[in-house]
């Protein structure tokens, strides 16, 4: 499906190294070095039954900004994106509200796209919907069945008789946890809570995911030779969507560390039991974003949304100053203070930068360089641009006019290449 406009990355002199992130899988820190010329990086999309809330900017903010570093350290970025436009929240939300599903979906992604364009998130070469990909996605479940990884559970809601749901076998499965480093018994701790179905009779093991779900009545489901006609489980999409648009091992599967276990363990897992691993080379997590001492999510609805605050008149600029201030792996809670922070910065930033001469937006251009390589230290990087504009001398003052202005559009470039923003 369409993406959304990219805002254009300026060139910059010189080139950054090559960032240092934490990889979940390791749990310690990784170089994210692509093999050849371009890094291909996944990233888990949304579900769209609701709007972009801070918490889904954050993640898409983070991976946008590690794009930014790869690029600038001299290679292209892959970017890859799906959209799960058919799962069980969404048709229950439509059901909730009388509306069609692939309505709400449609809605709900186009409302994504236009945050995303305002904070200036670059997008995504390709941005798929599972929709869009059932008879790849079928294939591969039947692939698992074929070679018994997989296996049948009957079940006597579908809509056709003698139908069953598809499940991977994990237990054939030792990779398992190679992702998460989760125990078992962490697993079954979140797994319900996670989309899994542990009490599901007829599975084998409590954790396996389901792969393929016959139709039940009042369901949208897709024909796929081999398979009762039904739609894809959750982690499937990814597998395959990630894989199909990339490859094997690609560079980095990230997200929310909400999908760290089940979501993106079962997807390497599953890519495993297809065609060998790895699924990717490092697995990178941004921590949840909070509102009122809870997770800001769709389900329990203490949302701030990019949307609403837009149309309030906020400057999307100063919400992206707000993610860009918080680091990517401590969890934080949105305040109204953490935005009125980013305005003045961000006013401050406008007065200041035509007063920034050559040396001083080299020297930033370094620092910029040098804490963003650093697992991402965008908050390191804002405290450097700050300290140059408050160190710039006043206007009339020091440097000549003829390096203030070649300092200030470096400097604008180098905000607006690494950072996304441009004052
Ligand atoms: N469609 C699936 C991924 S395949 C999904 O998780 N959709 S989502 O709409 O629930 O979330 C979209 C992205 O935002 C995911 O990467 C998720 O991990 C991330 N996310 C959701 N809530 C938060 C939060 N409160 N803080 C940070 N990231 C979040
Ligand atoms: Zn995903």
Redesign the pocket.
Known sequence: MNSWPSPPVPALPGRGGFPVVHDSASGGPRTIRPEGDTARLY?????PYDATHL??A??YVTFDVLGRVLRDAGVDVDYVQ?V?DVDDPLLERAQRDGLDWRELAAREIQLFRDDMSALRVLAPRAYVGVVERIAGIGADVRRLLDSGAAYLVPNDDAVQADSSDVYLDVSARPDLGGVSGWTREQMLEVYADRGGDPDRPGKRDALDPLLWRAARPGEPSWEVDGLPAGRPGWHIE?TYIAAGELGPAFDVQG??I??VFP?HEMSAVQADALDGGPFARAYVH?E???LDGH????SRGNLVLVSKLRAGGVDPAAIRLVLLGQHYRTPWEWTDDLLRVAENRLAAWREGVDRIDEDAARALLAALRERLADDLDTAGALAAVDAAVAAAPGAGDGSDAASRTSGSGLTRDALDALLGVRP
């Open positions: 990233v888990c999309g949304i579900t918490g889904h954050a993640t799906n799960t990814c997200g929310g909400d999908l979501h941004q949840m974003v909070g997770k800001m999510s769709k």
